[in-house]
């Protein structure tokens, strides 16, 4: 069965420091791989995905993540975080094509200091 | 118009009430998957729709039953409410089409079960 790890339950940032969100999986097969933000009292929104190919893909608000199959990571990366970066992120491993169920990660909750 | 909508927003209930949250959408979508959100869980599946005649269980499915009534609505009923079912419950669409397709989020419904 498939799983996903977010190690850091709360990352602590200041403003305009670069940010790591660590995310390591377990599939068998080839990953589909997402990474989503949830601002608060907000729905989840999808900052980026992986499906194949370059294994450094570029999302929304100037996210970006890296695939690492060696490694079974899926890291999100940003430069320079902004104040609205609070939030939290969820990344989530999805079952083959055909049969897309997610399975998400518990989550790591930014927050911005000035 | 938001493209997936979930009603109520909140609610508040007693152990033991027969609860209803629906969803619906105008994106067009085929599949349709409901999640509850627990602090520090992460989002799991609780039911999923391929289609109209196609229900199937999720990873916490015990408790919960369904009901796709279309295309565009997908609700989730809690037979006898009971405190532990309290948490935030998310509806998500996808479409069917070439390749992985992700899946849209709408804002979520707080339960409250007391």
């Known amino acids: 069965a498939q799983s996903v790890t977010q190690p850091d339950i709360h990352i602590t940032v200041s403003e305009g420091a670069s940010l790591e969100l660590r995310c390591n999986y377990s599939?068998?097969?080839?990953?589909?791989l997402f990474w989503y933000v949830q601002s608060p009292g907000q729905g989840l929104q999808l900052l980026l995905k992986y499906f194949s190919g370059d294994t450094l893909v570029q999302g929304i608000k100037g996210f970006e993540a890296e695939f690492k199959r060696s490694q079974s990571s899926f890291n999100l990366r940003k430069p320079s975080v902004h104040w609205s970066d609070a939030a939290e992120y969820f990344c989530?491993?999805?079952?083959?094509?055909?049969?897309?169920?997610?399975?998400f990660g518990t989550g790591t909750r930014l927050t911005i200091i000035p | 118009d938001a493209d997936v909508t979930q009603t109520p927003r909140n609610r508040i209930t007693k152990t033991g009430k027969r609860i209803m949250l629906e969803c619906s959408q105008t994106k067009g979508h085929d599949r349709m998957y409901w999640y509850r959100q627990d602090p520090g869980l992460g989002l799991r599946l609780i039911y999923y729709s391929f289609d109209v005649k196609d229900i199937n269980k999720g990873e916490i499915s015990d408790g919960y039953s369904v009901s796709r009534q279309a295309q565009a609505k997908f609700s989730l009923s809690l037979e006898s409410a009971i405190p532990n079912q309290t948490a935030l419950y998310f509806c998500?669409?996808?479409?069917?089409?070439?390749?992985?397709?992700?899946?849209?989020f709408g804002p979520g419904t707080r339960l409250t079960v007391l």
């Open positions: 989530a491993v999805g079952e083959e094509v055909g049969n897309e169920k997610l399975t």
């Open positions: 998500a669409t996808s479409v069917v089409g070439w390749g992985y397709n992700e899946q849209f």
């Open positions: 599939y068998g097969a080839t990953p589909y």
